[in-house]
């Protein structure tokens, strides 16, 4: 279950997930959004216009480690244009993520996801999206992968060690998540593309 495929009429992208999945999958953007707030960049409870015409944004890197990776520095050489960089954009590209991992949420329970689920509940998730709300997903499967890959250690070529741990080691089983989110992202990317 889960896997991404375009429908020959409508052209929408669909998927079906299981009840624990769709549930998973909620926890995963929910956590997201939570840490993209957590650390907010600046408070904005000021008037809309005066948000959008401030350009007060921070100017150092967060201190979350994946936070640091999901915003990176801009210029690493540069530490003034880096502070401006991430001063005029921080703020909008946490909207952004925001946004997208919300759209996940929004999706599963539009698609009927409980707000509360029954263990023994044998429920199936019918997801149906269209292009840009395929996208929003991508883009946030791509910030799911790397907040997990963070917290985890995942590194490139690693492989042999994730496969050495028993299966009930508590890593081998989040990093199964992580392979999980990998491989929605690209059944998602293939039914994208083809």
Do not use: C
Not at 90 to 115: H, Q, T, V
Not at 119 to 127: P, Y
């Amino acid at each position: 279950m889960g896997a991404f495929t375009r429908h020959r009429r409508s052209k929408h992208l669909i998927a079906t997930f299981t009840g624990f999945e769709a549930d998973l999958l909620r926890s995963l953007a929910a956590q997201l959004v939570e840490l993209l707030h957590s650390e907010a960049a600046v408070p904005d409870d000021r008037d809309p216009l005066e948000a959008l015409l401030d350009f007060g944004g921070p100017t150092t890197e967060p201190d979350d480690p994946v936070l640091a990776r999901l915003f990176p520095t801009a210029y690493p050489d540069d530490e003034e244009a880096a502070a401006d960089f991430r001063r005029f954009t921080e703020n909008g590209l946490r909207e952004g993520k925001a946004r997208a991992a919300s759209a996940i949420i929004d999706g599963l329970e539009d698609a009927g996801l409980p707000a509360d689920l029954d263990e023994d509940d044998r429920l199936t998730i019918d997801v149906e999206l269209d292009e840009p709300g395929a996208q929003l997903w991508l883009r946030s499967f791509t910030d799911l992968r790397l907040a997990l890959a963070v917290r985890l250690g995942v590194e490139e070529d690693d492989e042999e060690y994730w496969d050495s741990l028993p299966e009930d080691d508590p890593r081998a089983r989040a990093h199964d998540v992580y392979e999980w989110v990998g491989g929605l992202q690209e059944t998602l990317v293939h039914a994208l593309t083809h």
